[in-house]
Each structure stands twice: as C-alpha cells, then as structure tokens.
DNA sequence: GCCGTTATTGAGATTCTATATCATCTATTT
DNA sequence: AAATAGATGATATAGAATCTCAATAACGGC
C-alpha cells in the first residue's frame, strides 16, 4: 500500500469529480516524501524551494482535500495555527507531547480500540477516528515547569 | 470545591505576583456562569450584554491566564478557532463528536488513567493530562456522510 | 485529436483570530 | 501619600486561512 497514495487520491478525486492537476500531484508528493509534522506555509514555502511554484491558495485547497480524503490527518494546533502529517500507510498513532521541549513522542495503546468500542455502543455512533494527545515533561525538562 | 475557583484564580495569581482586578472577575465569573462550550469572542459578547465592558483584549488575557491557572481548559478547535470549557469543579472528561450534526458528548473511561501511566513508565514522563476526542457520526446522522 | 464544459489556478484582496503597543490608570507596597 | 509595577483598553499589527475573479487547463464526448 505505500507509494499508493497518489492512486488513492485520483480515485478520491475522480468520485467528486474533481480533477487530478500538476499543482496536486506536486503538493501530494510534497506530503509524502517527508514524515515529521508539518504546517501549510512550510508546505508552501518547501515546494517552493524545490522549484515547484505552486500558490498558497492551491496548497490550503489541497491540505483540505487532502484532509477530507483520510491520506492526511490535522494532528495538533501549536503557535496559533494547525500542523499536519500524512497517515496513508501507516498504523494509527497518538502524541505525547513534552510542555518543556516540545518533543513529540509516537505512540500506539490497545486500549484506544476497546474505547472506540465501548462509545459506539453506549451512543450508536459509527466512530470513525480518535485524536489522543498525551502531555507531560520529559525526563530532560522535568524541574523546568512552573 | 465548587465555587471556589475565586479563590483557587487569586491565589493563583497571587503566587504569579500578578493582580486581582474587576475585570478578572467579571471573566471569572461569565466563565464559570455556563457549561457550555465557548469561545473568547463569545465570552466578549457575553459580558457585553451584561453591561460589564471588558475589552477584548482582557478577555483574551484573562483567558490565558485561566488556562495556565488549570481552571480551564483548550478543548478543541472548530471554525479555525480555540473553544474552551472550564474544568475546575468537574470531573476529568473527554469528548465525543459528531461530524454532522457536531453534537459533542462528554464521557469518561476508566481506560485513559492506565493509558497515562504506561507512557509515563515508558518514556519517563511526567504526565501531567491527555485530550482525547473521538469522533464519528450519530445515530440520527448516520446516513449523511460522504 | 479537437471542442466545449467546467473545475482549477494564482495574485491579490479580504476576513478573522489573536497579540502587540503604549499612554493612562490602578492595585499594592513601603 | 508616594513610588513601583502590573493592568486596562483603543488601536494597530501580525498572521492564518479563505475569497474573488479573470485566465487557464483537465476531462469527457464526439
């Protein structure tokens, strides 16, 4: 499934008869070819550094279809404005967060599944996704706080 | 406990060498007058039809200083901006969303307390909370994604 | 391959959130 | 009461994200 995604996008794009462009291509691979967190002016501001001159309007129009496709998750809000990463291709994780450093730390629990379980029965909700952000002070920045 | 976030908000600022004031309190107290959702421009409008004429800028201050105070809390963003909730008084919780309707359930689950712990052995953190939001759609929305 | 329809693009303007500035004011200490 | 230092509010500013609209280009039909 890796080095799918640009498939799974045109198919996104063909089913609400949107179009496959040069400027999408080039924010997708973009997206891809990084996987640390990212925010939409570093998106922008790397395209444009590889020569690629695709406009601010068309990356936040991309990030947003992007979104909406499920080949990219909104992870978190720092510095006043979202930050981002691709999820095609990898298994579901949350983030622990140091208050001190700012590190972020991935992790995976086996509870999360039996949680989504336990609300979708006791709400008849069709859960379709969790946002788990852990905070702390990492061994480094302990004594820091306060 | 409940109803003394006053006083719990002026040793706080108390122990930060900063100042009780009038307007502090008028925001102290519209906060915690409802248990709702809000957000900072909402607040400003609620005080304003209270006749209580903080300025924006105070709100937002006053905002700032009650969530490192710990009395209230960022619960999550919706039309690109911050929404809060105060959190003094009530037991921990998390929230369910519905992505039609954008109903929001609060919950609790036994699971997240041992969730923090093994990260807290794990990666030698101190953990100080979590967010967690779960989202999906509701029985009376079901139907209308995609 | 060409044509027509219609989504897309990009530059700039706009909207909106949030913070910064700074003169004035006021809480608190001595 | 005077001095110190934090707070306030009107306004300006910064920054994120969206909107406008004329020009362009993707895609389906022929």
């Given at each position: 499934m890796p080095g799918d995604e640009e498939q799974v996008f045109r198919d996104f794009l063909a089913q609400k008869g949107r179009r496959w462009t040069p400027e999408r291509q080039a924010v997708l691979r973009e997206v891809f070819a990084h996987h640390d967190h990212f925010d939409a002016e570093e998106l922008h501001r790397r395209l444009r550094e590889r020569?690629?001159?695709?406009?601010r309007a068309s990356v936040y129009r991309t990030l947003g279809l992007l979104v909406e496709s499920g080949l990219v998750a909104e992870v978190f809000v720092e510095d006043g404005h979202m930050h981002y990463e691709h999820v095609y291709g990898h298994e579901h994780h949350c983030h622990l967060r140091c208050l001190g450093c700012r590190r972020i730390i991935e992790f995976r629990d086996e509870a999360l599944p039996q949680v989504e379980a336990r609300l979708a029965a006791a709400h008849q909700f069709q859960v379709t996704g969790h946002k788990l952000e852990v905070y702390g002070w990492c061994a480094a920045c302990r004594g820091k706080q306060g």
């Open positions: 020569g690629l001159a695709v406009s």
